[in-house]
């Protein structure tokens, strides 16, 4: 029985253990571990042994110049609009036919796609509640792409259709919803975000105003009408609806938002001035508010400050501030989802770098990860030629192998250590969890090894990164020839073994489509074991994948001799039986773990205990 989710990083208690009957408690992360003692000596003689297998090769590898569909990022197509008052359904077949190349309404080239933008348009809600037949329309969409092998960004507003008036073009009312309407119908929608976060790739802020945008509202201070000021007291509505927001999107999940404004003032507070300060990578990916706010920008190189994207709303008075909030946008995105659309020809200000534009560069400066490919085509079409080839690639993260340095041989109960060198070609990392482990798979079998690495792709920012990380080989791995291969999956269960949901490697001769695996173009032979005792470093090598949910039982019972594997269950794990020497289990559940009379370690063998949730 193969058990294995969730990585393992606390450090190891090493107390002996002294007790044949005990339980670990909920939210505590234990570790009880044993080990034979060496002498000087004899580790003196074990590594010399070690640097006897030191042999290593060195692979250099190929770069690809390919478009090539990745998940989360790239050019994302706008799917149709759907009402609550006349509802459209997504079509998995037409997605799924998007992660091949296409031609965008209006565009003169072509792309691929891996995102959807959802708009739900909650119109016949302004005054009622959502209906259960609306919501079981939204999971019949999240199936859809879920089969078609996409994410969806989500959004949803009230009305999309503006009406002119003597003000001009766009003029209220507008038709949006009171806040206290809002923060129902976000609560309704709580459960149905939840249960599809595995293709959700981010949610818009949306709810207020036209489009969503936050702009043009009714009842949160309309920012298009003079003194051109949103209040304290709009903010403190504004605030409301964030929180409220970002308690119902799944906590692995960023809210986009529209001004990089109001994300300052959610996160400091009203008076939060533009040069606020902007994310850290030590705050990065910690799951907190602050943590969770991306920005999406649907008016593009609009104008200098993007019609109104970074301008201070005061109060006490509203005025462009490209000077602070640029800056803060800059510093800011590196650990958030950011994306958008053009939506104003200006030229040539809105073309590329290398003819006096800035739509690359700002691209590589703001960290964008998607943009819009059917709006605005008067603008993107001017790329084309020119960069248009290159923001396809570079949009979000694109991660190529530069070199990997690996053992030829080694032995089982040893550690084997890998070091690979690449480059991150995009913009920008990616922004939500991602999976990243080292695949050993037998030649002459087919059986397949994997070893969760330590490494976080979304610290990979644009540049050279090194991965350089040891596993450790369980005394029973069988003997053979082993091919190297580099597995980026995403680690919601649903989708893990998904390859669509896999990330591809910018090179030549890696990819591996059936299997969603990353060939690393190198074979290591496993020799039996020649030692007393197992590794007790680096990462546990198992045969099943961390991120494979079918092996997490809600209760799991153990006894007999328990062999090297990670064992693991939702609820608690009871065990006796005996370990013996050279093994190294570990156990992990949710709540509980009970080793009762019978329950023994042997002298020479590790056991890992890990309080933890299964699926994080």
């Not at 007790?19 to 004899?42: D, P, Q, W």
């Not at 209906?131 to 939204?138: A, K």
């Not at 490209?322 to 994306?339: A, H, I, M, R």
């Not at 450790?472 to 597995?487: K, Q, R, T, W």
Request: with cysteine; glycine share 6%.
């Amino acid at each position: 029985m193969l058990r294995q989710r969730g990585t393992m990083s606390p450090a190891v208690d090493d107390t002996p253990l002294g007790y044949s009957s005990a339980m670990l408690t909920k939210h505590n992360f234990s570790y009880l571990y044993t080990k034979m003692r060496y002498t000087l000596i004899c580790f003196y003689i074990f590594a010399f042994g070690l640097a006897l297998h030191a042999q290593n090769t060195t692979i250099n590898y190929t770069g690809s110049n390919v478009d090539m569909p990745n998940p989360e990022r790239g050019f994302y197509l706008p799917s149709q609009l759907t009402r609550a008052s006349n509802y459209t359904f997504l079509d998995s077949a037409y997605l799924a036919s998007k992660r091949n190349p296409f031609t965008p309404y209006n565009a003169n080239y072509q792309v691929h796609t891996t995102l959807i933008f959802r708009y739900f348009v909650l119109d016949d809600f302004v005054d009622a509640s959502i209906t259960q037949d609306f919501l079981d329309n939204m999971q019949t969409d999240f199936d859809a792409a879920r089969t078609a092998g996409v994410k969806l960004i989500v959004r949803f507003s009230y009305t999309n259709s503006p009406s002119s008036g003597s003000c001009g073009d766009i003029c209220p009312p507008y038709g949006d919803a009171s806040k206290a309407r809002i923060l129902e119908h976000i609560n309704d929608l709580k459960d149905v975000l939840e249960t599809n976060k595995d293709i959700i790739a981010t949610v818009q802020m949306g709810f207020i105003g036209i489009w969503g945008e936050n702009y043009y509202t009714d009842f949160f201070g309309d920012a298009s009408m003079s003194p051109f000021i949103i209040t304290n007291n709009n903010w403190i509505d504004r605030n409301e609806v964030l929180e409220a927001l970002l308690d119902a999107v799944p906590i692995e999940r960023a809210v986009q938002v529209r001004y990089p404004q109001l994300k300052q003032r959610y996160v400091y507070g009203l008076g939060a001035p533009t040069n606020s300060p902007a994310l850290t990578s030590t705050e990065a990916f910690t799951q907190s508010d602050k943590a969770r706010l991306g920005f999406h920008n649907d008016c593009f190189l609009a104008s200098d400050t993007d019609f109104g994207t970074f301008a201070d709303y005061g109060p006490p008075v509203s005025l462009s501030d490209t000077v602070n909030l640029k800056p803060y946008w800059e510093n800011d995105s590196q650990f958030v989802p950011v994306g958008g659309e053009t939506c104003f020809v200006n030229n040539s200000d809105d073309n590329c770098a290398a003819v006096g534009g800035r739509a690359d560069a700002e691209m590589d400066r703001l960290n964008y990860s998607f943009l819009n490919s059917e709006f605005n085509n008067n603008v993107n079409n001017d790329w084309v030629g020119i960069c248009l080839d290159d923001i396809k690639k570079k949009l979000g993260y694109r991660f190529a192998l530069i070199s990997g340095t690996f053992p030829n041989t080694v032995d089982a109960g040893d550690n084997l250590s890998i070091l690979i060198n690449l480059e991150n070609q995009g913009y920008t990392s990616p922004y939500n969890p991602r999976g990243l482990e080292l695949v050993l798979r037998n030649t002459a079998s087919g059986d397949t090894f994997f070893a969760p690495l330590v490494t976080d792709p979304r610290f990979f920012s644009t540049g050279l990164h090194q991965i350089s990380e040891t596993i450790c080989l369980p005394a029973n791995v069988p003997s053979g020839n082993y091919e190297l291969l580099l597995n980026l999956p995403d680690p919601e269960p649903t989708i893990f073994n998904n390859p669509d949901y896999s990330i591809q490697l910018a090179n030549q001769n890696v990819w591996e489509s059936a299997t969603g695996f990353n060939k690393l173009n190198h074979t290591i032979q496993i020799n039996p074991s020649t030692f007393t005792t197992v590794c007790s470093t680096g990462q546990l090598l198992t045969s099943i994948s961390i991120y494979d949910p079918t092996y997490c039982d809600s209760v799991l019972n153990l006894s007999n001799n328990i062999t090297t594997d990670v064992y693991q269950a939702e609820d608690k794990i009871i065990s006796d039986g005996v370990i013996n020497s050279t093994e190294f289990p570990i156990y992990q559940a949710g709540n509980s773990i009970e080793l009762n009379n019978g329950f023994e370690v042997k002298n020479g063998a590790i056991f890992l205990a890990v309080i933890e949730a299964c699926f994080e």
